[in-house]
């Protein structure tokens, strides 16, 4: 499966930004999808990951409340919806997809084999 991000962009603090993740390939609903991030200086880390379907999804502490991942297989798309942006956010946001349903392991980055590009994200305070 290929993975495109999109969506990034400059904002202030309190602003909201859509990112977009289109797939392409293999079916989207055989991938759990999640979204990274990765800081300045700072190791790439789990922004967030929804099941095949849909039915359940994760978020880290920082960003809970706050962002939403959904997915429409459908149109082999999921997309984070990021509210209430602060300046810790910025960061480079990958979209990646795990194969497979096992659910187990959603945070690592070892369970995902396919990565995006990566889209910018800048919020200025």
């Known amino acids: 499966v290929q993975l495109q991000a999109s969506g990034g962009g400059l904002v202030q603090a309190g602003g909201s930004l859509r990112l977009s993740c289109a797939t392409s390939?293999?079916?989207?609903?055989?991938?759990?999808m999640g979204w990274f991030r990765q800081a300045p200086g700072k190791e790439r880390e789990f922004v967030t990951s929804?099941?095949?379907?849909?039915?359940?999804?994760d978020y880290a502490d920082s960003v809970k409340g706050r962002f939403t991942i959904s997915r429409d297989n459908a149109k082999n798309t999921v997309t984070l919806q990021m509210n209430s942006l602060k300046p810790e956010d910025t960061a480079v946001y990958y979209c990646?997809?795990?194969?497979?349903?096992?659910?187990?392991?959603?945070?690592?980055?070892?369970?995902?084999?396919?990565w995006g590009q990566g889209t910018q994200v800048t919020v200025s305070s």
């Open positions: 990646a997809a795990a194969p497979g349903t096992v659910w187990t392991g959603r945070r690592s980055q070892a369970r995902y084999n396919y």
């Open positions: 390939g293999r079916p989207l609903y055989m991938y759990i």
């Open positions: 929804i099941t095949n379907g849909g039915g359940s999804t």
